[in-house]
């Protein structure tokens, strides 16, 4: 079965950036697309940005200009980076992979991502 690492978060001043980075390893069959979610406390989980296996990507309103995803979706691994962060942006953060069928019902332990003075 699918699993994923993530890490790179942190606390870190309104303003500031992170990096984070995410290998996934398993059975992953037809990959077609990574992405980042993040979960807020008393929040739904949503979607942050996606890349798909051609190098397409798509970013939430929320995060447009200010994170970039990158990575190699052949070799499961994903990267967002995340400029003039603010404390709305304060939540976990997961990557997942998507098949033909979708997104993976199955998470990794994420990381957190704290934004604060």
């Known amino acids: 079965q699918v699993q994923r690492v993530e890490s790179g978060g942190g606390l870190v001043q309104p303003g500031g950036s992170l990096r984070l980075s995410c290998v996934a390893s398993?059975?992953?069959?037809?990959?077609?697309?990574m992405g980042w979610y993040r979960q807020a406390p008393g929040k739904q989980r949503e979607l942050v940005a996606s890349?798909?296996?051609?190098?397409?990507?798509n970013y939430a309103d929320s995060v447009k200009g200010r994170f970039t995803i990158s990575g190699d979706v052949a070799k499961n691994t994903v990267y967002l980076q995340m400029n003039s962060l603010k404390p709305a942006d304060t939540a976990v953060y997961y990557c997942?992979?998507?098949?033909?069928?979708?997104?993976?019902?199955?998470w990794g332990q994420g990381t957190q991502v704290t934004v604060s003075s």
């Open positions: 997942n992979v998507a098949d033909f069928g979708g997104w993976s019902v199955s």
């Open positions: 398993g059975s992953i069959f037809s990959i077609t697309a």
């Open positions: 890349i798909t296996s051609g190098g397409s990507t």
